[in-house]
């Protein structure tokens, strides 16, 4: 199969637009490749005689007389110049010619000696170099047909606007904009990136005092696109307030989902590939090289390094099984569960405070823009620059973390331009107590097979809660089972207090939802969420609980809490008779419900 590869070298010379890959090259290409094939038959197997050897222990048979790779270094060579051709077109392609290099060392390597893995491992590599040399021209090609982006960091990525947005240039930002009934949604970035916001500005603001209401809404660990929280934001921007969702995850999330869209309808399977054999590689000899490296130990890279890279490798292999397991028996659960691990797997480059630190400047980089926007406009009342904020956070899982991490940055970074984007209050809804916790279970697999620095430079609010000082509101489900009540608040004889009490606040509560099992309503992980039909029912199920649209946990608990607490400056412990408006919900105060198995298991066991 080997001297096939002359033939996909030539096609991706072609590709390249090199002069001599002609029409009667490409079909000479195919002949040179099955007469090599034919060749080495003929030399290496008609009339084969074997006599035993013993490598590394282990009993083998081989040629008597000795083989040397000729027909696989011909391949080598000639993979090799069309590599080096390559590079010298476009400039910057230069993977082809490290492939063929490593390709020809690997098997110039005597078999005697080093046994016959470097020959194999050297041809895999070959393989994948012309892989990802076919998926370059792929992402050029497409790239040239697509319109340039400049998100915040002033890097390129390509979008094109769906119908009903409108797109514009402002203060050297490309942004879409899409006018709705009462409000505008600005968006700018990509969540491939890392960058992407998305803003609603109302038409008729919420004033109180001559300030206006300012809300930053952070969502859950991979739950990147305002789809899983939509209808909650057009609520918000209803009322008038300026909400901004930041994405502070690299993900393969699109930036303008469709309805029915699917993980294939967005990505190719040339993308998939790439992440997976490319851009992971980087990343892995990244985490190696930086750690090891920059300290100077030699040593601890030999030793350390390749374990690091075996973990790695096995545990990404094992996501890969494991998914085309998932979409082989159960089309459904699978559905765009590729976004989900994408995501997993590029959090793995940052540590959670970075995604704090997103958040606050893409708050205080977003406001600055509207401002600035807004002085275009006459009118003094539409005049942004000249108003003054009341400014509040709210997240969920992860990011209700986040949330509650809020102040602490703010601490630790003391920028006179972020005072206005202290929180008045701060209220989440199933909040994770650490940066573990509230992820995929699929993803816990994978965080104990190797290091990173999300594990290594944990978020805890027995740190930030330090330095939370604000009046704190969390509205958590007694039914949650990815962060379990218990959590937050340990039941009697347990000897612990729980992580609420890390909280340094005076002012703050913590409240359990109920399920309703005659109302089919489950207080689980999700309650905040209001769509998640961008994957299957039964992964989601799993995974916080399914959602095809607001529930009672929206209407009768969350959403009333948020409003009281922004429109009447209710406080946390007023919200159970101000804020809540129960028909369907019962919920408790400070302390879950705890089933008689597990009051048992704290008392005996």
């Given at each position: ?51 035993p ?10 040629s ?19 590599g ?11 993977w ?13 390597l ?63 930002y ?44 952070l ?21 008038g ?19 029915t ?51 790695f ?46 958040s ?118 007694n ?7 218990t ?29 309703n ?27 916080g ?12 608990y ?48």
């Amino acid at each position: 199969m080997i001297p096939l590869f002359i033939v996909v070298a030539i096609e991706l010379a072609y590709r390249s637009q090199a002069k001599w890959a002609t029409k009667w090259v490409r079909v000479f290409s195919w002949l040179l490749a099955f007469g090599l094939s034919a060749f080495d038959v003929i030399r290496n197997f008609i009339g084969l005689t074997l006599k035993p050897e013993i490598f590394a222990n282990v009993l083998r048979y081989v040629s008597v007389e000795p083989q040397i790779p000729i027909m696989t270094i011909i391949v080598n060579l000639f993979v090799l110049a069309v590599g080096i051709g390559i590079w010298v077109i476009t400039k910057n392609w230069r993977w082809l010619f490290i492939g063929s290099v490593v390709a020809l060392i690997g098997n110039a390597l005597p078999s005697s000696q080093f046994g016959t893995l470097p020959g194999s491992a050297s041809e895999a590599v070959l393989a994948l170099s012309l892989l990802l040399t076919q998926y370059n021209f792929e992402d050029v090609e497409g790239f040239e047909k697509e319109e340039q982006l400049q998100d915040l960091t002033g890097s390129f990525a390509s979008i094109t606007a769906p119908e009903g947005w409108e797109e514009t240039n402002y203060s050297g930002y490309q942004i879409f904009v899409k006018e709705e009934e009462e409000y505008t949604i600005y968006q700018t970035g990509t969540h491939q990136k890392g960058d992407f916001v998305r803003i609603y500005v109302p038409e008729k603001p919420y004033e109180e005092n001559g300030k206006v209401k300012v809300i930053t809404y952070l969502h859950g660990f991979a739950l990147c696109m305002p789809k899983f929280y939509e209808r909650h934001l057009e609520e918000l921007a209803k009322q008038g307030y300026y909400i901004f969702f930041p994405d502070y995850q690299k993900s393969d999330y699109p930036n303008f989902p469709k309805d029915t869209e699917t993980y294939s309808d967005n990505r190719t399977l040339r993308a998939t590939f790439r992440y997976w054999l490319f851009d992971v590689g980087v990343l892995l000899i990244t985490l190696i090289l930086r750690q090891k490296i920059n300290t100077k130990e030699l040593k601890k890279l030999i030793e350390d390094g390749i374990l690091v890279a075996l973990r790695f490798i096995l545990g990404t292999l094992f996501f890969v099984v494991v998914i085309n397991i998932v979409f082989l028996f159960n089309r459904e659960y699978g559905k765009n569960l590729i976004s989900m691990i994408t995501t997993v797997i590029a959090s793995l480059r940052s540590a959670p405070i970075e995604w704090l630190k997103q958040s606050v400047e893409t708050t205080e980089i977003g406001w600055e823009k509207l401002c600035e926007y807004s002085k275009q406009v006459d009118k003094d009342d539409l005049n942004l620059s000249k108003k003054e904020v009341d400014f509040y956070v709210f997240g969920h899982s992860l990011g209700g973390l986040l949330a509650l991490s809020w102040p602490y940055y703010l601490q630790q970074n003391k920028d006179p331009k972020l005072e206005k984007f202290y929180p008045k209050q701060i209220m989440t809804a199933d909040p994770a107590p650490n940066t573990i916790m509230g992820i995929p279970t699929i993803a816990v697999w994978v965080l104990g097979i190797f290091r990173f620095p999300f594990a290594t430079q944990p978020l805890k609010i027995e740190e930030t809660g330090k330095s939370l000082n604000v009046p704190v509101a969390i509205l958590h489900g007694n039914s949650d089972k990815i962060v379990k009540p218990t959590e937050w608040v340990k039941p009697p004889f347990s000897q612990e207090k729980g992580a609420f009490f890390n909280i340094i606040s005076t002012d703050k509560k913590i409240y359990f939802s109920l399920s309703n099992k005659e109302e089919k309503l489950t207080a689980d992980h999700n309650q905040s969420v209001t769509n998640t039909t961008y994957y299957g029912d039964g992964f989601m199920e799993n995974f916080g609980g399914d959602k095809d649209g607001p529930n009672a946990y929206n209407f009768e608990y969350i959403w009333p809490a948020l409003k009281a607490v922004i429109n009447r400056n209710v406080q946390p412990h007023q919200l159970e008779v101000d804020g809540f408006e129960l028909k369907e919900l019962e919920v408790v105060e400070n302390e879950p419900i705890v089933s008689k198995s597990f009051w048992s298991f704290l008392n005996f066991g």
